[in-house]
């Protein structure tokens, strides 16, 4: 069973800080997908990267997929509370099977 | 103009009863998903159809049973409801199963079983 790891599980910080959240594996994925999910509502697709190495910005958020396509990593910068939410990479694996990972709950104060 | 929507949102039923969960799209896509998120916010998918064809069955008790009566609609019934089975259970889509594209999901239908 191919296992994504996220690290950390929790963060607080406040705002105006930079994070950066982990997402690592030991399987190659074909693609990396990174969602917000906040209560209530289903996850909601921020970024999809598909190359080893491959960097992609989003306004304060900037992705990264692994040279390897195991591991993944999501910055963000200058973090609002509105950034607040459940956040969770998820790997395509070789039977076009969507894995999430165990997800990252991120909480920015004012 | 909900792109996956489900019903009911909520659900509230004893142990041993029937229920179905309802799931419509109006993306046009061909893949719908069924995932179930546990207490931890675990996401785990359960069923998957493309174009009403069964492609991906995890190991789900039988007592799960999707149906999918076209491309945009994919519904699962549930027998004899467990304890166990209380969670939240996502439906969701993508424009095909190959390739890299995202997927668009529903608000999920919280399940409690009592």
């Known amino acids: 069973t191919q296992l994504l790891e996220q690290s950390p599980q929790f963060l607080s910080i406040q705002e105006g800080e930079n994070l950066t959240v982990y997402c690592n594996s030991s399987?190659?994925?074909?693609?990396l997908q990174w969602y917000r999910q906040e209560p209530g509502e289903g996850p909601v697709l921020l970024v999809t990267?598909?190359?080893?190495?491959e960097v992609k910005k989003l306004k304060r958020l900037t992705f990264q997929f692994g040279d390897a396509r195991k591991d993944s990593s999501l910055h963000i910068t200058a973090a609002q509370p509105g950034d607040t939410g459940l956040y969770l990479c998820a790997g395509m694996d070789s039977s076009y099977k969507l894995i999430f990972g165990s997800g990252t709950r991120l909480l920015v104060r004012p | 103009d909900t792109a996956v929507s489900q019903t009911p949102k909520y659900l509230v039923t004893q142990m041993g009863n029937d229920k179905s969960i309802k799931c419509e799209q109006n993306l046009g896509h061909d893949t719908m998903y069924w995932y179930k998120q546990d207490s931890k916010k675990f996401l785990k998918i359960m069923f998957s159809y493309n174009n009403k064809e069964l492609i991906i069955n995890e190991t789900v008790p039988n007592r799960f049973s999707p149906k999918s009566p076209d491309k945009a609609h994919l519904n699962l019934h549930i027998n004899s409801l467990e304890l166990g089975d209380s969670a939240v259970y996502f439906c969701a889509s993508s424009p095909r199963i190959i390739l890299n594209y995202g997927y668009t999901f529903g608000s999920g239908t919280r399940l409690t079983v009592v």
């Open positions: 399987s190659v994925f074909s693609s």
């Open positions: 990267v598909v190359t080893g190495g």
